[in-house]
Structure formats: C-alpha cells, structure tokens
C-alpha cells in the first residue's frame, strides 16, 4: 500500500457551496491485526499495536456534505483495492465516504451526529474499518454487497467501542451488585385472581429451584447478566474474562438444561408463558 | 425446594438493579422477568449459531432482507440467534439504518 499523501481523485467531488477541508489522520500498516472471522473481536480503538507503524497521512475531506462515490462492483471494489497508486488510493478514500456517510444512520440511537464526540468516534471507526477491510479481503466471499461487508465491520467496530465507553468505569461486581431492601408491598405477581397468583408463584419457585440446582454458578451469573438484565455480551465477556463467542455457549449451554429439565419436570416453556398472560 | 422468598430475593435484586443501567429490567416486574426468562428458554434450539457465526452471515442476510427475500426461510439460525441475542440484533439493526440511509441516499454508495 502506498503510504504516500492522498490526493482528492477527479471522482471525489464536493456538492455545490460545500467546501474542502483537510484532515489529518493516522493510517496504519494494515498487517497483524487481531480478531476472529472479519476481525470479530476487535481491540478497543486507539490501542496501539505493537510493532505496527502508524504515519500521518492527509486526506481530502468534504465537510459539508457527502462525496459523490463511484458506484463499484463487487469485482472493481477487490480489484481497485488490491491494486496501488491512484486506484487504490481513489477507492480507500470512496469507501471511507460510504463508511462516514453510513455512521450518522448507524448511530442514530446511539450518538447524535451533533455530539462533540461523534467526529472523533466516527474517524476512528472509518480508519480501524479500513485497515481490517484490507487485511481480511480475502474473507469477503462475494454473497452480499462489498460495502454491507464493510459496512458490517464498521458497525461492529462502532457498536463495540460504544458499549466500552458506556461500561468502562463498571465492574462486573458494580453490574451484578446485588442490592437491598424488599419487595414488600411491592405487586409481585399482579395476577388477575388469586388462584392465578398462586399459580405463578409456584412456577416460579420450580423455575428457581432448577436453575439452582442445575446451572453452575458462572452459568446462573452469565444468564441473570446478559438474558435477564441485558447487559452487554461484550462487557459481560470482558469482565468474566472471556469472550461474546464463549459466553453465548455458556449461556447457550443453560437455558438448552434448564429447557431439558423443565420438560422433564412437566414444565412447558409455552404453558408457563400462557399462565403469566394478563 | 428452595423457598419462593429465595427466587423473589433475586428477582429483587434484578429488579432494583436495573434503575442504573440501560437495562430495562429496572422496569419490569418479576412476572415481566420471568416470561423473559421462560421466552428465551422456549427458543432454545439444540443447536444455534453463535455470534462468531452470525457475524459471518450478517451482511448476506441484511443483503437479503432489503431486497424483500424471506430471511426466516433463507437463514433460520441467523434469525433466531437475532431475537435470543441483544448485542448481534443491536449491530444488525444498526447495519439495517446504515443501507435504508445509503438507499435514500444513493450518490453516498
């Protein structure tokens, strides 16, 4: 890859009254990089790699409105980014395009484009997005549009760092931490008569009992994290010091026994479902 | 048996932990908990892809959703992994947002 500047192709054009500007950024060699299929696991952006060289380079940036990006096929997009020079270069920088002018969408209900950190985030996302597009084009298997591919990674990248901002100063303890007080007065099960309350609480009791007695505590604590609370998979992985794939199989691994012993306790998912309808 | 107080003890602590996250178990009620708990159970396949697999997939079955194909028929196990996993639907609905923007916006593609 060349690591010379980038310059502003004749194919990067700005809408009218918009205007360039130039952004320096810092491009990486896009070699030994971590992570799984497509860079799955990907490490927390603004981590340096060690032994990875990381120069400045400037590209053309229009600010005021997205570039126009020449359309690619599947085909042009490997070709132009397997190639050097100008026809690399021209479709590093288009993609960046389709990978900046996707985030605001992406991010919606995450992150205002408005909010101070959005720039930032959305830069870092575009260049990790790059370099693990380029390391792994031998991965893209042709079986959907290249920029849903690249797009895909983007929004993982994105998503990923997102979660690890919003949890980075919570421990797991601080997500499990278990509280006090009661529920007193509190309507438990506010079941439309009293045979139907007894009903759930007595379901419930079963239920209890057999994630007691069948679920290893890593598995209970996995399970009430990441199906009941819905905390994140990723931090939940993080902090249990695993990964999203591993816990997925642990949680995977107790709701299939608890569904197991439920069925053979008389308990079925559907009628228990039926007995908590209002 | 454990006692019913041991469940509500933790239904409990589920219930006041979530007024301090993004988790909406803050505001459920322990029956809401528990129908959550028994859907995803009701779910469980023998056999589901994990998010390691679903990533791989995820962009052929967003590919085919816009373009109006049956996705529940095409990649069952991709779309059940999708209503079992939080984290795998949150990037497949943010990847969803990212396509219907680039279709409103075809210069930007």
Request: charged share 30%; aromatic share 6%.
């Amino acid at each position: 890859m060349s690591l010379g500047r980038l310059q502003p192709g004749p194919h990067i054009l700005s809408d009218a009254g918009c205007f360039f500007t130039t952004l320096h950024i810092l491009w990486s060699t896009p070699d030994r990089l971590g992570g799984g299929e497509d860079g799955f696991d990907p490490p927390a952006l603004g981590v340096r790699r060690n032994g990875i060289r990381r120069r400045e380079r400037a590209i053309d940036y229009n600010l005021g409105g997205a570039p126009v990006v020449v359309k690619r096929t599947n085909t042009e997009w490997l070709s132009d980014l397997r190639s050097t020079g100008a026809a690399q270069e021209s479709a590093l920088a288009d993609l960046r395009s389709v990978i900046m002018s996707g985030l605001p969408y992406a991010l919606s209900t995450w992150l205002s484009p408005s909010d101070p950190a959005f720039p930032s985030l959305a830069e870092e996302v575009a260049q990790e997005t790059l370099l693990r597009v380029q390391s792994r084009l031998d991965t893209f298997e042709g079986r959907s549009q290249f920029t849903t591919w690249v797009n895909k990674i983007a929004v993982h990248i994105a998503l990923s760092e997102l979660r690890r901002r919003r949890w980075k100063d919570v421990s797991l303890e601080g997500m499990m931490e278990e509280g006090e007080g009661h529920l007193a007065g509190l309507p438990v099960d506010p079941a439309p008569d009293p045979a139907a309350a007894a009903e759930r609480s007595d379901l419930l009791a079963q239920i209890d009992r057999l994630m007691r007695d069948e679920l290893t505590d890593r598995q209970r604590r996995a399970l009430e994290a990441v199906a009941v609370r819905r905390l994140p998979m990723e931090e939940v992985a993080r902090r249990m010091g695993t990964n999203r794939n591993a816990l997925y199989k642990l949680i995977h691994d107790a709701r299939l026994r608890l569904k197991r012993r439920m069925a053979e306790e008389g308990l079925m998912p559907g009628e228990v479902l039926a007995a908590f309808e209002d | 048996m454990t006692s019913l107080s041991g469940f509500l003890d933790w239904l409990r602590r589920i219930f006041r932990r979530g007024d301090k996250d993004r988790s909406s178990a803050g505001e459920a009620s322990p029956a809401d908990i528990a129908r959550r708990l028994v859907e995803m159970i009701r779910q469980t396949q023998p056999e589901e892809f994990t998010c390691e697999e679903v990533f791989a997939l995820l962009d052929q079955f967003a590919d085919a959703l816009e373009r109006g194909d049956d996705v529940s028929a095409l990649m069952p196990m991709v779309r059940g992994h999708l209503e079992i996993c939080a984290d795998c639907k949150e990037e497949f609905e943010a990847l969803l947002r990212m396509l219907q923007g680039r279709a409103a916006n075809p210069q930007r593609s």
